[in-house]
């Protein structure tokens, strides 16, 4: 089954800097890519998500990038803000067999102001 | 006002003995999942759902169980044999139609299960 490993475990940047979470996924059949942000106490909520014939995807300050051939993709913050600190989650799935979204372990971002 | 309950928020149990979380959804959404999460830790899928009246086992199953018998509605009861039942669970759902983009999973906003 696909297994999905995530690092760095916890990061922490200046407030104003650039953050990047990386992830490694083993099913090369996955073909969908979300990531999540969790708040302290609350749900994790969809930020960005690619999909497999896609290379890049940018919203705002946050953008996705993906590598087929290597099987990692990326979360890319640029210009931190305070708001930014949470735990980030990055996932990978297959609209074909089991069609179940597998997390990574997560990062725990810190922006220091 | 559309979107994913769960109930109750928190809930103690005494060892030895059965609870059920509950799990509904008003967004039309075929697909539903449930997680586990431990402190420090990611998102563990317990059992999945991608159609009514039938379910799947996730990564850590044994010691839970589930039913789907309407659309809206995916429980999870947590057994005495689950040994270690403390965390935080999530129930998830998503819309399992319209493409790729159908996976994408909106979370419930978990309950927290002590064990006493």
């Known amino acids: 089954g696909e297994n999905v490993e995530q690092h760095p475990s916890t990061l922490s940047v200046q407030e104003g800097d650039s953050a990047v979470i990386k992830c490694t996924y083993s099913d090369s059949a996955s073909n969908y890519f979300p990531w999540y942000k969790q708040e302290l106490g609350k749900r994790p909520q969809l930020i960005i998500d690619i999909r497999s014939n896609v290379g890049e995807k940018k919203d705002q300050r946050i953008a996705v990038t993906l590598n087929k051939t290597a099987k990692h993709f990326s979360l890319h913050i640029t210009e931190t803000q305070p708001e930014d600190s949470a735990v980030y989650f990055c996932?990978?799935?297959?609209?074909?067999?089991?069609?179940?979204?597998?997390f990574g372990q997560g990062t725990r971002l810190t922006i220091n102001p | 006002d559309g979107g994913i309950t769960q109930s109750p928020k928190y809930l103690f149990r005494k060892e030895g003995q059965n609870v059920t979380l509950s799990c509904e959804q008003n967004?039309?959404?075929?697909?539903m999942y449930w997680y586990r999460q431990d402190p420090g830790q990611g998102l563990r899928l317990i059992y999945y759902?991608?159609?009514?009246?039938?379910?799947q086992k996730g990564d850590i199953a044994e010691g839970y169980s589930v039913s789907r018998e309407k659309k809206e509605s995916f429980p999870l009861t947590v057994t005495s044999a689950q040994k270690n039942p403390t965390a935080f669970y999530l129930c998830?759902?998503?819309?399992?139609?319209?493409?790729?983009?159908?996976?994408?999973?909106?979370f419930g906003q978990g309950t927290r299960l002590t064990v006493v």
């Open positions: 967004l039309n959404h075929d697909a």
């Open positions: 998830a759902s998503s819309p399992g139609t319209g493409g790729v983009f159908r996976l994408a999973a909106f």
């Open positions: 759902s991608q159609i009514v009246n039938d379910f």
């Open positions: 996932a990978a799935s297959s609209d074909q067999g089991a069609q179940k979204l597998v």
